[in-house]
């Protein structure tokens, strides 16, 4: 015998599908973001008129180090003017981010072999989808292990930016392993921690509050994936 009435029953069923429904829309939005920066990757590697404008005999150009820095504008614009945005601005500013990262990442990847790049796209994209189920379905509240999470993030980009002066080849290593290790966690909180956000405020999957969600999954996803080529790149 059914212990609900029918029509809690029912509130529950079209909750669940609502909070599918969200959480597809934010996954779909995040894997074009992905999609999006590899094709402008790939258009970097193909391209010898773009390699140049990018990157010149001493490093980056001029327009190279805009499309390096403009993203992070964007971010400021989508995190800070989310609930001012509409979903069609908020999915406009993603993409266009998506693809200036892709331009960067293109002329990091010109100097990798496309095995290690192939291999390191299919277990960063094997690993996130596992990880994103766990988050998913995960029944324990995974918040301290995000305020964890976040101090230790803290402590990659210190070490990452004081690298740049030691140039150790071990530390990178090391580095890209706890990053290999910290971006796997973050997947898994991230994704458990949109799915509450819809199950207490409930925003529409066509809205920005989706598309900030699918920049916060994308923004693990290609730090993964970076972590993992460091580990196991190798030079053409």
Do not use: C
Request: glycine share 12%.
């Amino acid at each position: 015998m059914n212990r609900y009435p029918i029509g809690a029953t029912g509130r529950g069923a079209m909750r669940e599908d609502s909070l599918h429904g969200f959480l597809t829309a934010v996954f779909v939005q995040m894997a074009g973001s992905v999609a999006v920066s590899a094709a402008a990757a790939l258009l970097v590697e193909r391209n010898a008129i773009l390699q140049s404008a990018l990157v010149g005999p001493d490093g980056m150009t001029v327009a190279g180090w805009i499309v390096l820095l403009a993203p992070l504008a964007l971010v400021i614009i989508l995190g800070a003017g989310v609930e001012r945005l509409s979903g069609p601005a908020a999915r406009l500013l993603l993409f266009v981010y998506a693809t200036l990262v892709g331009l960067s990442l293109g002329t990091m990847l010109l100097g990798i072999s496309d095995a290690a790049v192939l291999t390191s796209f299919g277990a960063a994209a094997a690993g996130f989808a596992a990880l994103a189920l766990v988050g998913g379905r995960a029944g324990r509240d995974l918040s301290g292990l995000g305020s964890f999470l976040t101090v230790g993030l803290v402590g990659l980009l210190v070490a990452l930016l004081a690298n740049l002066l030691l140039r150790s080849t071990g530390l990178d290593l090391v580095l890209a392993a706890l990053g290999v290790l910290l971006f796997a966690g973050l997947t898994a909180y991230d994704t458990q921690r949109l799915k509450r956000l819809y199950l207490d405020t409930q925003p529409s999957a066509d809205g920005s509050v989706a598309v900030l969600g699918a920049l916060t999954l994308y923004l693990d996803f290609l730090n993964l994936f970076v972590s993992l080529l460091r580990l196991s790149g190798r030079r053409r």
